[in-house]
Every structure is written in C-alpha cells, then in structure tokens.
C-alpha cells in the first residue's frame, strides 16, 4: 500500500455515494442508474472514504441476515491504486462481525477480481453477466473460524 493521504472512513447516505458511483461504475449513463435496489432499506449499510473531506470511495453493504452483500465498491479513478479500496472492505468487515455474521459476498466484475483476492476472497462457480459491469464471478470471504 502506497498511501499518502490520511483517509478517514465514515457512514454516509444513500444518495452520497452517486458521487463516486456515477464517474466509476456508471459513466456516461443517466444518474438515476446510480439507484441500486435496497439501498434505502433500514439495515442497508454505505462506507464513504474521505480524503481531506472530499469522498473519493464508497461501498454498500445489504445485510441479508445471513449474510451480507457488498455492493457498488468504487474509488474515484485518481484515487485507486492507493490503498483506500481494501481499507473501505476491512472496515466494512469490521461492521459485519460486529453484527455476528460471518459471510459476506459480491458479484465482482472481471476486472475487480485480483483485488478482491488481495482481500482474500474466493471466487465461486462459473462466471455470469449482469446488465452493468459484464462478466462477473460472485466471490465470498467467511470471516468466522
Ligand atoms: C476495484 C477498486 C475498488 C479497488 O480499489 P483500490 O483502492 O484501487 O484498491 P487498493 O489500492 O486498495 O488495492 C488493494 C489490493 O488489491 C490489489 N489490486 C487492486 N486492483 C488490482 C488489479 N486490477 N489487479 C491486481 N491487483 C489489484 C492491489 O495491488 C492491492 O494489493 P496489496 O494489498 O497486496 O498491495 C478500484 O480500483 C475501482 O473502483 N475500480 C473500478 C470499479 C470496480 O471495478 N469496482 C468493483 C465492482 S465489482
């Protein structure tokens, strides 16, 4: 990691992700597909990673009782590289065991596929496509022994 800048992490709204989420995940489409489904549910989780108080990496988390699902992992294209990408997962695993559960997965793109294994997460069965981001593997990380 070749961190520079002092990142803090905080919980922010729904909609403050769209900052990130749009240039990131939904460039050039409307912002409206910055929307995911159960964002606004109550137990819906959303980490924003500050550099110098500007967000510059979200990801959601959508607790589904069992287990729960990362979702809309994003760093701003200037900031990646940097570290803040595995900071915003350790946190957000931090959160999930304190709530007692021990699995957490994604749909992870392609391309995000070596960083979720630095994080130490496994890919399972084949790959999928979904409508944004193309081919992707789920992967799962269990955090309990
Ligand atoms: C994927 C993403 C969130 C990673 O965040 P980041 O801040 O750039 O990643 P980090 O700097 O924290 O990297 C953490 C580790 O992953 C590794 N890594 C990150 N991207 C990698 C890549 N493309 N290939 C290989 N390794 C990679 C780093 O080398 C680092 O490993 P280390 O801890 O052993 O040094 C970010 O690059 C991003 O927003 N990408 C575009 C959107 C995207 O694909 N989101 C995921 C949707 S499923």
Known sequence: MQQTTKIQLKLI???????????????????????????DAPNT??????????????????????NVQLRGMAVLEAFQGQGIGKLLVAHAENQVRQQNIC?????ARLIAVPFYEACGYLKEGETFELPYGGTHYKMTKHLCN
């Open 45 to 66: 989780l959303h980490l924003g990673a500050f550099a110098n108080d500007i967000l510059v990496g979200v990801l959601t988390l959508l607790n589904k009782t069992e």
């Open 103 to 107: 699995t957490v997965w994604m749909n």
């Open 13 to 39: 709204r729904p909609k403050d992700t769209y900052v990130v989420r749009h240039p990131v995940l939904r460039k050039g489409l409307p912002l409206n597909t910055c929307a995911f489904d159960f964002d």
